[in-house]
């Protein structure tokens, strides 16, 4: 199974005057703009994709329909609680065995979330990047062996592919 691990886009700050709770924080102009960016890089990565798992939390669904609008993805995006940060790192596991007849998959959600399933999911005790907002991994996994290879990282920032 091909996995994309991706990172949410730039999301507006913590506490604004009408937005005092984390969960309904929701991405900025830039982070729209850079999301976009990343997706027309890497458009021709995604051939295949079936499905986008995204956490369920404002600026990681509008992430996932980012990539998916400009993807022209006809699939299915799927809210799932097993990428928000609080979630255990089993039931994401779980939730990839549910869906192993899939042979590419994408996965929206936050650090350090994010940052950890890689390493989970790859065995690396550690990254040789920071996981930026709006970057992109590819990990090649065996879901029977649980065991995956992490392919690349593509940093937003620098529009470079780090291996």
């Known amino acids: ?9 730039e999301a507006i700050e913590y506490e604004t005057p009408t937005v005092t709770s984390d969960e309904y924080r929701f991405i900025t102009p830039e ?6 960016e990343i997706v027309k890089h890497l458009k021709e990565k995604f051939l295949g994709l079936e499905k986008i798992f995204t956490s369920s939390l404002i600026r990681a669904v509008q992430t996932a329909e980012i990539f998916a609008d400009e993807l022209n993805f006809g699939g299915e995006v799927e809210l799932v609680d097993e990428l928000k940060n609080e979630a255990t790192t089993s039931s994401l596991q779980q939730l990839i065995k549910d869906n192993s007849e899939l042979n590419i998959i994408a996965l929206v959600g936050h650090e350090p979330k994010m940052s950890l399933l890689l390493k989970i999911y790859t065995g690396l005790t550690e990254l040789n990047f920071d996981f ?10 065996n879901v029977e062996s649980g065991e995956g290879k992490l392919e ?9 592919f780090v291996k």
């Open 1 to 9: 199974m091909r996995i994309f691990f991706i990172r949410h886009a």
């Open 31 to 36: 982070g729209r703009k850079v999301s976009k």
């Open 132 to 141: 930026k907002k709006s970057g992109v991994c590819l990990v090649e996994f």
């Open 152 to 160: 690349w990282y593509f940093n937003p920032k620098t529009k470079e």
